[in-house]
């Protein structure tokens, strides 16, 4: 799986564009690679109405913590099924330091997508300053406790991990093949320690700074199962080749 984080980038008529340049060149990639794009909630709509049928998939970057209700400003889980986004990203790294989401706030938002058939792509990664200090285990670990590991195995099964160090998203600084490969070895294994054999089958994403000159050799370590790109994923060229290297 290759997914695309747009953050607050592109109006609704640059969104089209991007997806437009995605669907025509759809046909070059290898069978097997899904395609997720998740751009601002304004285009969810007329993306997943144009892409129908493409073969892309529509994601959305959030989703409220409540199910329906005075919630001004927020947009459910079910809303976003509603247009026929099938992924959310929740707990993105920004969301974490912007908007203060802590273990309480992301349990519950995973809890909403699961009940409405939306796929959460659950992120985690370490700051800086946390694998200086060789704490990176640690956080990763305390991450998937709080949230991941109380699901039920029925839900587990449902849910994409992407791993994303903090200081590599955005930065230019990627993790190299062995250090992501050595965490995501680390979160299967987690995972396997509480759902068994259930974690062979979940989908561990890498993301931070992935561009097309290292996404090949990341997506050729065991136990990474796609990526997820942000600032690469702007440029149909790039999100491509990212995608062709899987
Ligand atoms: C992201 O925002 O999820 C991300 C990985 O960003 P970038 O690829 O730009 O580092």
Request: proline share 4%; net charge negative; hydrophobic share 45%.
């Amino acid at each position: 799986m290759v997914a695309g984080n747009w953050k607050m980038n592109t109006t609704v008529a640059q969104g089209l564009a991007l997806s437009q340049a995605l669907m025509e060149r759809i046909s070059e990639l290898p069978q097997g690679v899904t395609l997720v794009v998740a751009p601002p909630f304004t285009h969810l709509f007329p993306l997943g109405k144009q892409m129908e049928g493409s073969g892309i998939e529509v994601g959305a970057q959030n989703c409220a913590a409540n199910q329906e209700g005075a919630y001004t400003g927020e947009v459910s889980a079910e809303m976003l099924a509603s247009v026929g986004c099938t992924y959310v990203i929740i707990g993105h790294s920004e969301r974490r330091t912007y908007y203060g989401e802590d273990d309480g706030v992301l349990t519950k938002k995973l809890t909403q997508a699961l009940r409405a058939g939306v796929t959460p792509i659950f992120c985690i990664g370490e700051q800086l300053r946390e694998r200086e200090s060789e704490r990176h285990f640690e956080v990763i670990h305390a991450q998937l406790k709080e949230v991941i590991l109380t699901l039920n195995p029925s839900d587990f099964a449902k849910v994409v991990i992407a791993y994303e160090p903090v200081w590599a998203i955005g930065t230019g600084k990627t993790a190299t093949a062995e250090q992501a490969q050595e965490i995501h070895a680390f979160i299967r294994k987690t995972l396997a320690g509480t759902f068994g054999a259930l974690a062979v089958q979940t989908p561990i994403l890498y993301g931070g700074s992935c561009k097309p000159s290292n996404a090949a050799e990341l997506f050729a370590q065991a136990d990474i199962d796609g990526g997820l790109i942000g600032g690469a994923s702007l440029q149909a060229e790039d999100f491509l080749a990212i995608a062709k290297a899987f």
